[in-house]
């Protein structure tokens, strides 16, 4: 058991508002590789996302999560909730290679946000 879960509760997912709702998964930016992963999810409607085309839109990346063996061994944190999430050493790897040093980076990872 890693030191995240004795202090902290497993994430719990928010009920979506509605059918035309999904999660983002907003992975805070950290300076190193080896810095706890931290996130967030926000909830936004497909709809608002598929039609906003300013510069304040919310962009994101999408990525499949099954890879490997489904050994769920990692933990990212929530700051929102101040809880745990657990996650394939593959996503936690992926995590860590695509986080960003500056900003959040915005995703929808299909196993976390679904």
């Known amino acids: 058991m890693s ?3 004795g202090l902290q509760k497993p994430y719990l997912h928010k009920q979506l508002e509605s059918q035309d709702t999904i999660r983002i998964l907003r992975l805070y930016s950290a300076q ?3 810095d706890p992963l931290e996130f967030d999810l926000v909830h936004r409607a497909r709809y608002q996302l598929l039609t906003d085309y300013s510069d304040t839109a919310l962009h994101y990346d999408a990525i499949s999560y099954v890879w490997g063996e489904p ?3 990692h933990t990212i944190h929530s700051r929102e909730q101040d809880s ?3 996650v394939t050493p593959s996503v936690d790897s992926f995590l860590r ?3 960003k040093t ?3 980076r915005l995703l929808w990872v299909d196993a ?3």
Do not use: M, N, P, W
Request: charged share 20%.
């Open 32 to 34: 190193s590789h080896s």
């Open 3 to 5: 030191s995240l879960e």
């Open 112 to 114: 976390i946000c679904s």
């Open 84 to 86: 745990y999430q657990k």
């Open 102 to 104: 500056t900003d959040a």
């Open 71 to 73: 050994v769920f061994s």
């Open 97 to 99: 290679q695509f986080r």
